[in-house]
């Protein structure tokens, strides 16, 4: 029987548990693409979070719906949602659903992070869509942008964000579609960590009446 020698043994399981995740590490991932839901054929933004194997997150069926499950799988994932069983082939860039709310294989986009400072926010022009740049170390990333995803720290995601304005300068995660060299359209933005924006923006104080 051949003996490993125990340098080798112990450079193998280094090179094991180096590449292996840490315990507990979250990772999130977000797609966009289209479903079936209730007869009717829909685009949806789906938002996972994967920890320990196991995966929570939300899809839009014209509304924000929690996702209740799944499995982290060698090609993509499955989840439950709505009754419904989803399968993400990220290879193949499918999505393969089952359920009582419709059934179906259809095309489907990985997103793209980017983590950056929120610098500059342009107005739609008659050539030019709105704008939001992004610098992403030290290199500016301009995204077209509408109503994107607030992907919330806590509690459903708010479909529609219109006040990008509230994180001007401010370091945020975003998921973009369509990725170039420094350009791309924004779909999902991360909620910074310690910040709870409210859906619509608070009541300003009237000024006090002068005396």
Request: charge should be positive; charged fraction near 25%; hydrophobic fraction near 35%.
């Amino acid at each position: 029987m051949r003996r490993i020698h125990p340098i080798a043994m112990a450079f193998f399981l280094w090179a094991v548990l180096s590449c292996a995740p840490p315990a507990g590490a979250q990772e999130r991932r977000a797609y966009e693409g289209v479903v079936s839901w209730k007869k009717a054929t829909i685009g949806t933004v789906i938002m996972v979070e994967i920890q320990d194997n196991r995966i929570s997150g939300w899809l839009h069926l014209g509304k924000p719906v929690a996702i209740d499950g799944g499995s982290v799988l060698a090609d993509g994932i499955e989840f439950q949602s709505a009754g419904n069983t989803y399968r993400i082939d990220a290879g193949r860039g499918r999505i393969i659903y089952s359920g009582p709310q419709g059934e179906g294989v259809r095309y489907i986009t990985s997103l793209t992070q980017l983590t950056g400072r929120l610098a500059e926010l342009l107005e739609e022009t008659e050539s030019s869509p709105r704008i939001a740049t992004i610098e992403v170390r030290g290199r500016r990333h301009d995204l077209r942008y509408g109503t994107p995803t607030l992907w919330k720290n806590n509690g459903p995601p708010f479909e529609k964000f219109e006040r990008l304005e509230d994180l001007l300068g401010k370091e945020i995660s975003v998921w973009v579609a369509d990725v170039g060299l420094r350009s791309g359209r924004l779909v999902v933005i991360e909620e910074p960590e310690g910040m709870d924006i409210p859906l619509k923006a608070p009541k300003k104080e009237k000024s006090k009446e002068k005396k």
